[in-house]
């Protein structure tokens, strides 16, 4: 199996976070579109993983409403990816078509999705793929959306020329990050509720600058460069496992600390279920 986080830190490490690589491109990129068009054998490939993640949901949760749309969108739909973007693919279905708890089903698709993104390495095209589940229901604001399933653009992405702060970016990318060295400092030295209490308000404060930016200066902000470059630095999911993992020390016992629980099982057996008490 490819060790993609560690491609991911050879990468940054050779190119010092250049914000200069979220610039958008001229061309859509060469190893996915063909003539704007998406390359059809992995349009086929990429249903192939689309139906067997349903597949598999359709096999553990009683009525699971049926696939209204498989989309591709993200970085890669646009003009704006880079060489390590992912391949955002995006299962539509019509939450409230669940006959029982809708809000329960969108946290087991998310247990889910997650567990099949950590367990699976699949490569296409030279970028990793990302499956989520969206409710059709929801808007989805993205640059590009191609339907796979219709094979054609729901949303045709435009060039832009852009001017980027690159100097402020940097500036803010640097001041998280070293906060987030520091929490992990802190974890090492087995402060865990100082690490819990400040990696949720450092993650408050990171969503807030990133929707700053976004209302006052759009995707090219330097807020949301940003936020980009603190996801391609690792940093953002460093923050997360400090957070999860200091809790799991706050509220573990030397007895308790190696027991490991089946979070997507969970899940299945509550959606099973329904609403009975």
């Known amino acids: 199996m490819i060790n993609h986080e560690k491609n991911w830190k050879n990468y940054i490490d050779e190119n010092k976070i250049d914000p200069s690589q979220l610039i958008p491109k001229k061309i859509l990129n060469k190893s996915v579109w ?44 646009s003009y704006n990816y880079h060489d390590l973007s992912d391949i955002d693919l995006h299962l539509l279905l019509d939450f409230s078509k669940f006959k029982k708890n809708p809000e329960l089903l969108e946290k087991y698709f998310t247990a889910k999705r997650v567990n099949w993104n950590r367990v699976h390495d699949i490569m296409i095209g030279g970028h990793e793929v990302e499956i989520y589940v969206q409710d059709s229901n929801e808007e989805h604001l993205a640059d590009g959306i191609y339907s796979l399933l219709k094979d054609e653009w729901d ?26 060295e520091e929490l992990q400092n802190l974890f090492d030295k087995g402060e865990h509720r100082k690490v819990y209490d400040h990696s949720i308000k450092l993650k408050e404060k990171i969503a807030k600058m990133r929707r700053s930016g ?13 936020f980009k470059m603190l996801r391609m630095s690792l940093d953002l999911e460093k923050l997360s496992n400090l957070k999860n993992s200091s809790y799991d020390k706050m509220m573990s016992t030397s007895r308790d600390s190696d027991t490991k629980i089946n979070i997507s099982e969970t899940w299945k057996k509550f959606i099973n279920k329904g609403d009975q008490k």
């Open 34 to 77: 063909k003539n704007g068009e998406i390359d059809p054998s992995i349009r086929e490939k990429l249903m192939e993983i689309a139906q067997d993640f349903y597949d598999h949901l359709n096999d553990e949760v009683e009525e699971i409403p049926e696939l209204e749309d498989v989309i591709f969108t993200g970085s890669l739909a």
């Open 155 to 180: 949303k045709k992405p435009k060039r832009e020329e852009v001017s980027i702060d690159f100097d402020a970016a940097k500036k803010k990318f640097r001041n998280i990050s070293s906060e987030i």
């Open 214 to 226: 976004l209302a006052e200066g759009g995707i090219f902000s330097s807020e949301n460069i940003a």
